[in-house]
């Protein structure tokens, strides 16, 4: 079993949509919480971070932990056609230098 | 200023060629990482540097040479390369090395082409 496990998608939705991309994980050591986004041909853009379980709310993205399921999620609201790229969900056990990523999600908003 | 520059942004270099990769940030931050990506997958950790210091090599060929000669610089020396090292080469910078959080910030990356 992979340490962190994403959907590669691809996910494709209309603009306006609400999208939701997931990320579940196997060690429970891990309590810090980052999603990416990468535009194509691109360096990896840090959207937000969390630590342990709980919302966090900036703009029209919310990153939820769910440390008892092992499940992290990002919700964008308002999707808009700029928001296409590859999202990655990372995480760290806290006080360690590597960040282990997941696979990525490829999403497309359709004008 | 939350900005990692790398340059180049392209490199295409032959099998017998020594090139390097450059990385720098001023947003003070004591630790230092260069990822590798390939197409369609999730970045690599290769090397950090905490406090100018290297820190973890990730078993990285030693064909890739790092080297950190001062808290905002970070270099990549390349000496002969495989066809298979072609990839996107990131920089990243975070506050401390090992710091709860460790939120880390990337830069756009060097594109290298080995021919």
């Known amino acids: 079993q992979k340490e962190v496990e994403q959907d590669p998608g691809p996910l494709s939705v209309p603009e306006g949509a609400i999208v939701s991309l997931n990320c579940t994980y196997s060690?429970?050591?891990?309590?810090?919480f980052m999603w990416y986004r990468q535009y194509s041909r691109k360096g990896p853009e840090l959207l937000m971070y969390?630590?342990?379980?709980g919302n966090k709310e900036d703009g029209r993205f919310t990153a939820q932990v769910d440390k008892s399921s092992k499940y992290i999620s990002l919700f964008i609201r308002d999707s808009q056609p700029s928001d296409s790229a590859t999202y990655l969900c990372a995480m760290s056990r806290g006080g360690s230098e590597k960040l282990v990523f997941g696979k990525g999600t490829k999403l497309t908003v359709n004008p | 200023d939350t900005e990692v520059t790398q340059t180049p942004k392209h490199l295409v270099m032959g099998m017998t060629n020594k090139k390097s990769l450059k990385c720098e940030q001023h947003m003070g931050h004591r630790a230092m990482y260069w990822y590798k990506q390939k197409a369609k997958k999730p970045p690599e950790l290769m090397f950090v540097?905490?406090?100018?210091?290297?820190?973890i090599n990730e078993s990285v060929p030693s064909r890739f040479s790092p080297e950190c000669p001062n808290s905002s610089l970070l270099n990549l020396h390349l000496h002969a390369l495989q066809p298979e090292d072609s990839a996107l080469y990131l920089c990243?910078?975070?506050?401390?090395?090992?710091?709860?959080?460790?939120?880390?910030?990337f830069g756009p990356g060097t594109r290298l082409t080995v021919l």
């Open positions: 990243a910078s975070s506050l401390l090395s090992g710091a709860p959080g460790n939120e880390q910030f």
């Open positions: 969390t630590y342990s379980s």
């Open positions: 060690n429970s050591a891990f309590q810090y």
């Open positions: 540097y905490s406090y100018e210091k290297l820190s």
